[in-house]
């Protein structure tokens, strides 16, 4: 019986195509993408660096043309990185306002945080930065002492709950309620330890939650992304 796991059983990405400037983080060339449909129909993308960089095009192939960015000049976040934000998290709300979670770090710190900025129109100069949602360090209350507050992703459940999932290595998964218009915790409610890789680093990250059905989905990346030399990578399937 074939296998249905098999890689040769899984469909090649489509080619896409777009802006491309040598040395700019902008265009094509996303990282960390987070894609909705605007007031315009059109799609439009946003992804780390450039302080939350945006892209637009008619289907998904492209052409996708760079826009420019959510925010200006730096997150209001005072941490290290407010300048290099990352893995925006965009989604249409409460109020016909689209709200984009962004995260503030440096590789390797868990110094972090989660930041919020609203736009009615997803273009570059129309976005409110609305600053920090939620900070992890190792002199913080738990679970922020144990947690990494970066990767951020809004949940609207059922009823109408608005979640937060974020974290990466540290102690991985976790979840916060928020208040109703977003821009906070909602410390009356107990935070939720979604998922655990208890060996090694814990090197889990970039979770995305998703419901169909009964069931929920949680996805996440496991494993270690950067820092290596070609002499070094893990073996192949292990990376």
């Known amino acids: ?44 993308s946003f992804s780390t660096h450039d302080l939350v960089s945006i892209s637009r095009a008619p289907t998904l192939e492209g052409y996708w043309e760079h826009l420019g960015s959510v925010l200006v000049g730096a997150s209001k976040i005072n941490l290290p990185g407010n300048n290099d934000t990352w893995a925006p998290d965009v989604h249409l709300g409460p109020g016909g306002l689209y709200y984009c979670f962004y995260s503030v770090s440096t590789f390797g710190s868990q110094d972090s945080g989660i930041g919020l900025a609203t736009s009615r129109e997803l273009l ?14 190792a002199t913080l209350p738990s679970p922020a002492n144990i947690t990494n507050a970066i990767d951020p992703n809004l949940f609207i459940d059922y009823d109408g709950t608005p979640l937060l999932t ?8 976790w979840q916060w309620q928020l208040e109703p218009d977003l821009s ?56």
Not at 15 to 36: A, R
Not at 124 to 137: A, C, F, I, K
């Open 166 to 173: 974020y974290g990466s290595f540290w102690s991985d998964i």
């Open 1 to 44: 019986m074939p296998d249905p796991f098999s890689p040769s059983n899984w469909p090649l990405p489509h080619n896409i195509t777009g802006y491309n400037s040598p040395g700019n983080w902008g265009g094509v060339h996303i990282h960390d993408p987070s894609i909705v449909i605007g007031p315009d129909g059109q799609f439009y």
């Open 124 to 137: 570059p100069g129309t976005w409110t930065d609305h600053g920090l949602v939620y900070e992890s360090g």
């Open 184 to 239: 906070n915790i909602d410390y009356k409610v107990a935070a939720d330890w979604l998922s655990l890789d208890p060996s090694g680093t814990h090197a889990e990250e970039g979770s995305y939650l998703h419901v169909h059905g009964w069931y929920y989905y949680l996805f996440f990346s496991h494993g270690i992304c950067c820092g290596f030399n070609a002499s070094d990578l893990p073996p192949a399937g292990q990376e």
